[in-house]
């Protein structure tokens, strides 16, 4: 079946970028979104962006100015980019599958701390 | 963006209780609601899309309603492993935002 697993650095300096790829296995990237949402600490869920495919993207307003998805087919991997972080970008980091009736979160991978922190 | 509110925070409730979860949004999302249950540690887990369509594997004790603004999440038959914290998300706007939680733990 298919599985979804995020990778990167787990600590993070503040004022750099966090860099994290989800890589899609057991099935195929191509002809779906795909979505990154964080979970701070002890807190809610916060929906980051989504990415078709193609390439066409949409960002959460809140985080647009600091925020890159891309998607690499050839290689079954979808990545997120955060610049200037700060303490504030501390989270678990989720990568998602986009059902597209409803535009729901169907499959998710286990998700990796993020830490922003000198 | 559209504002999603859920009551109550937390909840206590006992093996076999039926428990009703309400979720609320600040402006009219049609059905564009989905719910997902979060175990501690674990990624959250689709329950509900469209507000009260089953997804696939959910055991059917679970069911959702509503329209517009108010949705309710019902677990008919309280089991050991509902005891998580439920969230509901808004689809009808392509800005996706969710609701704070409700954390089932037992009494």
Known sequence: QVQLQESGPGLVKPSETLSLTCTVSGGSISSFFWTWIRQPPGKGLEWIGYIYDSGSTNYNPSLKSRVTISVDTSKSQFSLKLNSVTAADTAVYYCARVKLIYWSFDLWGRGTLVTVSS | DIQMTQSPASLSASIGDRVTITCRASQTISNYLNWYQQQPG????????????????????????GSGTDFTLTIASLQPEDFATYYCQQSYSTIFTFGPGTKVDIK
Do not use: D, E, T
């Open chain 2, 42 to 65: 674990k990624a959250p887990k689709l329950l509900i899309y469209g507000a009260s369509s089953l997804q696939n594997g959910v055991p059917s004790r679970f069911s959702g309603s």
